[in-house]
C-alpha cells in the first residue's frame, strides 16, 4: 500500500483530450485543410507550400517539414506555413515548438481559425502561462464564426485557467514541520490520528531480516502497521508496530478509528491471481484492551471484483466513507459512504453526489470529526495539477460544491493523504519531496481558516458505576443551554466508558448528565471558554441508586472567595438538578454546603450556610416545592478528605444533596 511517487510532469487530462481534439486525422492522413489570411507573402516563401503539402500527402514528414521551414526562413510571418508546421509539431508531442509556431500565427491573423486561439490557450494553461491562456480561450468564446461544439471543453479550460490564476494569486501560509519522533529513516504514510488526538496510527516501511530464516537470508522491505501515542510533553513517542492481530498480511493499513477508540477501520490487500483486490475491514477493542479477529464490513461493501480501500469513519461512528472503483459510478474511482443500521451493520453503499465525484478519480477521504467536512483528492476538479487536496461541506444532507485548499498546499504535482486534528487548525500529511535523503514522513502545518472544519469538542469519560447500581439502561446526554438541544452517548455496557462529538455553537455552555431510572442526579458544566480553548474533554460522572440518607455531589457549583453569590454555571446546575426533582415528584432532598479548614470555623460555617440557604432559594424560586428541600451548613466539620493538600481541600468545598425521602 505503499504511496506511489509523484510524477515530474503529466499531461492533464483536459490537455489529452485536446491533443485529440486537435488531431481530426492522424498523422498519416492528409495535410489538414487551410485557414484564411488576408496578407502579402514573399513568392519565393510561397512556393514552398506546396511541396510541403506534396510531401505531406506523401507521408514524407521530415521533407514537409523541412519545405515549411524554408518557407518561414523566407518569411517568418507566413500564416499558412506557422500553421502547418505548428500542426505537424503537435502531433508529434513537440508542444514548445506548438505553441511558439501558433503564437506568432495568432498576432499575424487571429482569426485564421477561429479554434487555434482555443488550442493554444490550452497549451498555455497546460503551462502555467495563465496571463496568455485567459485572453486567448476568451477571444475563441467571443468569436461568432467559432464551432461551438468546442464551447463546453473551452468554458471548463476558461474556468479551470481562472481558478489557477486566483490560487496562485491568493496563496494560503503554508509552513510543513515533520512530526517528530513518529517520522524516522524509514517510510511514514498513511496515517491518522484517533478523534481524542492521542494516538497516531500510520504504515511504517522498513528492511527487515527474518532471523529465523538462516544465515543465507537478506533483508527486505516490511510494511508494518503501527501506532504512536501522545505522551506528557505534548510530543508523540516513537511508535511501534500493532500486535496480534494486526500484521498478519503483507498489506494492511490506511486506519480510521471512532471517538470512543473501541473500532478501527483498515484496509487489507490480497493478491487474486494477478488482481490486487483490497478490502475493508474492521476490529473492536474488548473491555480488557484487546483489538478482535479483524472482519469484513460486509459483502455487499467489499466486492471480489473491485477495490475498496481508505476507509474513513465519523468520530461518532454513524457513517463510514471510502474509495471504490466498482461499476455504476460517475468516473474511475469514486467516493461512497454507508451509515450504521440499528443492529450496527452497515447500509448498501451510497455514492456522494456529482457535486463531489467526477468522471475522473476521487479518493482519499476523510471526514473530519464534525461529520459535515469532507476533505479528498482528486484530478477531476479544476487545479493546479494532477490529484489536488479539496474539502466539501454537507448542509442538510446536501453536499456544496468543493474548495480547492489552496496553493501552495496544492501545487503541479499529486497531493494525496490529508487529514485534520479535532480543533480543525492542523492538517497532517504524508511527503517524500519536503526533505532530501528521508523518504516519506509525516508533516503536520497549520490549516487554512477558509479550509477549517466546523468547530466542535469531544466529551470522553466513565460512569463510576456505585455499589447497588448498573450499567443497563444507563444513558448520557449533552445538553445545549441555548439551544435545550439533547445529544444522547452512547455508554459501553462493560467499561462505562462514553464518547461524543457534539458541533459546538458559540458562546453556548453545556451540561452533560447521566439518566437512568432509579439513579441519582450526576453532572458536569462545560463552559463556552472552557470548549473553545480545550476541545477534548475529559469528565466522569457517578451513576448511583437513590438512597435515603445518601450524600451526592452537585458538581462544579463554585463561588467567588468569601461569597454566596450564584454564577450562571451555578444555576444552570442548579436549574438542572430541578428537572430531576420534578421527573421524580416523591423526592425530597436537604441541599448541604461544606468548605475546607482555610480560615476559621465561625466564619466557614456561615458561609457554608449561606451557599447552601443561596442554591436552596434559587431551586425554590424555579418552581421546586418548599416542603420538597431543605438546607444545612456545615462549615468545615464534615471533610471528605485531608486538608493538608490543595486536591484534599478542593474535595472539602463542595456542595451536596441528601435523599430525605423517596
Not at 504504515?203 to 529465523?212: A, I, L
Not at 477531476?380 to 496553493?407: E, R, V
Not at 503541479?412 to 497532517?428: A, H, I, N, Q, R
Not at 415528584?585 to 448541604?592: C, K, R, T, V
Request: aromatic share 10%.
Amino acid at each position: 500500500m505503499m504511496p506511489k511517487q509523484k510524477r515530474r510532469f503529466k499531461l492533464s487530462l483536459l490537455f489529452l483530450g485536446l491533443i485529440v481534439l486537435i488531431s481530426w486525422q492522424p498523422l498519416h492522413a492528409q495535410a489538414p485543410e487551410l485557414g484564411e489570411c488576408d496578407q502579402e507573402v514573399e513568392e519565393i516563401a510561397s512556393n514552398q507550400l506546396p511541396k510541403a503539402i506534396r510531401s505531406w500527402n506523401q507521408k514524407n514528414y521530415r521533407e514537409a517539414e523541412r519545405y515549411l521551414e524554408k518557407a518561414l526562413r523566407y518569411d517568418a510571418h507566413y500564416a499558412d506555413a506557422l500553421y502547418l508546421l505548428g500542426e505537424l509539431k503537435l502531433r508529434q508531442r513537440e508542444i514548445v515548438k506548438t505553441q511558439f509556431l501558433w503564437s506568432l500565427l495568432v498576432e499575424e491573423c487571429p482569426n485564421y481559425k477561429p479554434e487555434i486561439p482555443y488550442f493554444l490557450g490550452v497549451m498555455y494553461l497546460e503551462d502555467n502561462k495563465l496571463n496568455k491562456a485567459i485572453p486567448l480561450i476568451e477571444q475563441f468564446l467571443a468569436n461568432p464564426e467559432r464551432d461551438f461544439g468546442y464551447d463546453k471543453e473551452a468554458k471548463a479550460a476558461l474556468e479551470e485557467a481562472k481558478l489557477k490564476k486566483s490560487l496562485l494569486e491568493n496563496t494560503v501560509a503554508f509552513d510543513p514541520k515533520p512530526v517528530q519522533r513518529i517520522s524516522t529513516t524509514a517510510d511514514e504514510y498513511l496515517a491518522t490520528i484517533s478523534p481524542d488526538q492521542r494516538t497516531i496510527y500510520f504504515t511504517r516501511r522498513s528492511r527487515k531480516v527474518n532471523r529465523k530464516a538462516g544465515p543465507a537470508t537478506t533483508a527486505r522491505l516490511v510494511e508494518e502497521f503501527c501506532a504512536s501515542s501522545l505522551q506528557a510533553n505534548g510530543q508523540f513517542e516513537e511508535g511501534a508496530p500493532l500486535p496480534s492481530p494486526f500484521n498478519t498480511s503483507y498489506n494492511e493499513g490506511g486506519p480510521s478509528i471512532t471517538a470512543d477508540n473501541t473500532e478501527l477501520y483498515f484496509t487489507v490487500c490480497e493478491d487474486l491471481d494477478g488482481y490486487k483486490n483490497c478490502d475493508i475491514y474492521y476490529t473492536e477493542k474488548d473491555a480488557y484492551g484487546y483489538w478482535s479477529t479483524p472482519r469484513s464490513v460486509g459483502d455487499h461493501i467489499n466486492r471480489i471484483d473491485s477495490w475498496e480501500s481508505q476507509a474513513s469513519i465519523t468520530a461518532n461512528g454513524d457513517w463510514l466513507y471510502f474509495t471504490s472503483d466498482r461499476e455504476g459510478g460517475v468516473g474511475g474511482l469514486d467516493l461512497y459512504r454507508c451509515h450504521r443500521l440499528e443492529d450496527g451493520t452497515w447500509s448498501a453503499p451510497d455514492l456522494l453526489d456529482g457535486r463531489v465525484n467526477t468522471r475522473y478519480d476521487e479518493k482519499s477521504p476523510f471526514i473530519h470529526s464534525d461529520s459535515q467536512t469532507l476533505y479528498f483528492t482528486s484530478n477531476g476538479h479544476p487545479g493546479l495539477g494532477g490529484f489536488d487536496i479539496f474539502y466539501a461541506k454537507a448542509i442538510d444532507s446536501t453536499w456544496q460544491a468543493p474548495s480547492n485548499i489552496g496553493y501552495p498546499i496544492n501545487g503541479e504535482e499529486d497531493d494525496l493523504g490529508l487529514f485534520v486534528s479535532l480543533d480543525g487548525k492542523t492538517g497532517y500529511f504524508s511527503s517524500n519531496s519536503l526533505r532530501a535523503n528521508t523518504g516519506w514522513d509525516l508533516y503536520s502545518f497549520e490549516m487554512p481558516e477558509a479550509a477549517r472544519p466546523e468547530e466542535v469538542f469531544l466529551v470522553q469519560g466513565n460512569l463510576d458505576v456505585a455499589e447497588g447500581a448498573s450499567l443497563e439502561d444507563a444513558t448520557v446526554k449533552i445538553k445545549n443551554l441555548k439551544t435545550k438541544e439533547l445529544t444522547e452517548v452512547k455508554v459501553d455496557l462493560e467499561t462505562g466508558s462514553f464518547a461524543r462529538v457534539v458541533k459546538r455553537e458559540e458562546a453556548s455552555d453545556y451540561i452533560v448528565k447521566v439518566e437512568k431510572k432509579g439513579a441519582a442526579f450526576s453532572s458536569r458544566y462545560l463552559s463556552a471558554d472552557e470548549l473553545k480553548l480545550r476541545p477534548n474533554v475529559e469528565t466522569s460522572l457517578e451513576l448511583a441508586p437513590m438512597e435515603v440518607g445518601r450524600e451526592y455531589t452537585l458538581n462544579d457549583i463554585q463561588f467567588e472567595s468569601n461569597s454566596s453569590k450564584l454564577n450562571p454555571a451555578a444555576r444552570s446546575i442548579i436549574e438542572e438538578f430541578a428537572l430531576f426533582m420534578k421527573d421524580n415528584p416523591e423526592l425530597s432532598a436537604d441541599i448541604q454546603g461544606h468548605t475546607d479548614d482555610v480560615g476559621d470555623d465561625e466564619s466557614n460555617l456561615r458561609l457554608s450556610k449561606a451557599r447552601a440557604q443561596a442554591v436552596y432559594e434559587y431551586a425554590i424560586s424555579i418552581g421546586i416545592e418548599a416542603s420538597r428541600l431543605s438546607w444545612h451548613g456545615y462549615g468545615e466539620g464534615k471533610p471528605l478528605a485531608d486538608n493538608a493538600t490543595e486536591e484534599g481541600r478542593a474535595k472539602n468545598r463542595r456542595t451536596v444533596f441528601v435523599i430525605t425521602a423517596q
